[in-house]
């Protein structure tokens, strides 16, 4: 993975963000990807606006298989404000085309991309922002095997819809095999 330097952020590309966008564009129809791509910038915007209005800097910024990861500097007041941002951006935006009876699936795809980044994986806002409140506390073994076992039923049921419903839930399925093996250090 290269990266390059721009005003003290450092941005790079993992090769399975390319895997990911290649897979999306295989299963889906252009117009959906291009509705899904405006819906992650509404998102990642969220996070940038709330690393502006808190007087934080971006530390780095990487683009990987489970979506942009963006590093504020070490602020720990404002890191689960940050780390929801992204979510409330996408709610805000439904909410907003829900009460104007617009937005079709540019709609839909705000709501989806909100509740799947409150997924409790580490690498999305959900996981992270459980990670900053259990993380050090007695029962933070407990609560990661209950959130495990909560991820592998997630994985079942996709695989299940994929199977039931002709592929429309496999980038999803990838997606969260993905993420638990990540967790996990395999991936």
């Given amino acids: 993975m ?4 721009i005003k003290n952020t450092t941005y790079s590309v993992n090769f399975s963000f390319l895997v990911f966008n290649a897979l999306i ?3 889906r ?9 405006a819906v992650c910038i509404i998102h990642e915007l969220g996070h940038l606006f709330a690393i502006e209005i808190t007087g934080g800097k971006v530390k780095s910024v990487v683009f990987s298989g489970t979506g942009v990861i963006i590093t504020p500097e070490k602020n720990s007041r404002h ?3 940050i780390m929801l941002a992204g979510a409330g951006a996408n709610l805000i935006a439904f909410a907003v085309m829900y009460i104007s009876g ?9 709501i989806c991309t909100a509740v799947y980044n409150l997924l409790p994986y580490r690498q999305l806002d959900g996981g992270t922002a459980l ?10 073994r407990t609560i990661n095997n209950i959130f495990a076992v909560i991820k592998i039923l997630f994985s079942v049921i996709l695989l299940v819809a ?4 002709n592929n429309e839930f496999m980038p999803l399925f990838i997606m969260s095999v993905m ?9």
Avoid at 2 to 5: E, Q
Avoid at 131 to 140: I, K
Avoid at 162 to 165: E, G, N, Q
Avoid at 179 to 187: A, K, N, Q, V, Y
Wanted: glycine share 8%; net charge negative; aromatic share 16%.
């Fill in 2 to 5: 290269n990266s390059i330097t």
């Fill in 25 to 27: 564009f295989l299963l």
């Fill in 29 to 37: 129809e252009n117009d959906i990807v291009m509705n899904f791509y």
């Fill in 79 to 81: 890191e689960l404000f």
């Fill in 102 to 110: 617009i937005g079709g699936i540019f709609r839909l795809l705000n």
């Fill in 131 to 140: 990670c900053l409140l259990t993380d050090g506390t007695p029962n933070e």
């Fill in 162 to 165: 994929t199977i039931f419903y």
């Fill in 179 to 187: 993420l638990f093996l990540s967790e996990r250090g395999t991936l």
